[in-house]
């Protein structure tokens, strides 16, 4: 289940808030400038779908997401717990960076924690398939899917080029540690 979780940023061992309530979710993190939703989608994608077969299946969605962000392009990010690359990417997520562009990902299956750093707040979303998260260029932030990461995600990108962080060098993520999944 979707949760959401908002702690003090001096304080991360007791929340402020927390809640598995949808709704109450995309309320909560709107205040931030970010977008959070439950898509409801029909789609049923066998295990082995490729990146082109899920994007297809999911070009409907797109189209219109596309189309409200401005942005120009798509693409499909899967990590699964046999990738040799796991401990380099993890640790690259896990530093706080943040982007020139809306950050925006919508889980086809498996799950990750995006935190947000705003505020004097950090706000950790745990997002599973069928969530839509979009967070706000300039926002900082950084995303775990564990030790053990298993999800597969469709990223959308205004700039073609792709995924580029500019990393903060703030530290706060390791006081945040993350369970994925917890």
Not at 18 to 46: H, K, N, Y
Not at 85 to 101: G, I, M, Q, S
Not at 159 to 171: K, L, N, P, Q, Y
Request: charged share 25%.
């Amino acid at each position: 289940m979707s949760r959401l979780t908002v702690f003090e940023e001096n304080d991360p061992a007791q929340p402020v808030l927390l809640t598995e309530d949808a709704d109450l979710m995309g309320q909560t993190l709107a205040t931030i400038g970010v977008q959070f939703e439950r898509w409801e989608s029909p789609v049923r994608l066998a295990g082995d779908a490729t990146p082109e077969e899920i994007l297809e299946a999911y070009r409907p969605y797109l189209d219109r997401l596309m189309g409200e962000k401005g942005a120009g392009s798509a693409d499909v990010i899967k990590l699964t717990p046999d990738n040799p690359a796991v401990p380099t990417l993890r640790a690259k997520f896990l530093n706080e960076h943040l982007h020139t562009e809306d950050e925006i990902r919508f889980f086809v299956e498996g799950s990750g924690h995006f935190v947000m750093h705003v505020d004097g707040k950090v706000y950790d979303a745990l997002c599973e398939a069928g969530d839509l998260i979009s967070v706000p260029a300039q926002t900082k932030h950084w995303f775990d899917a564990g030790q053990a990461p298993n999800f597969t995600a469709l990223r959308v990108f205004t700039d073609t080029s792709g995924w580029v962080a500019h990393f903060t060098g703030d530290e706060i993520s390791a006081k945040f540690p993350i369970t994925a999944g917890a």
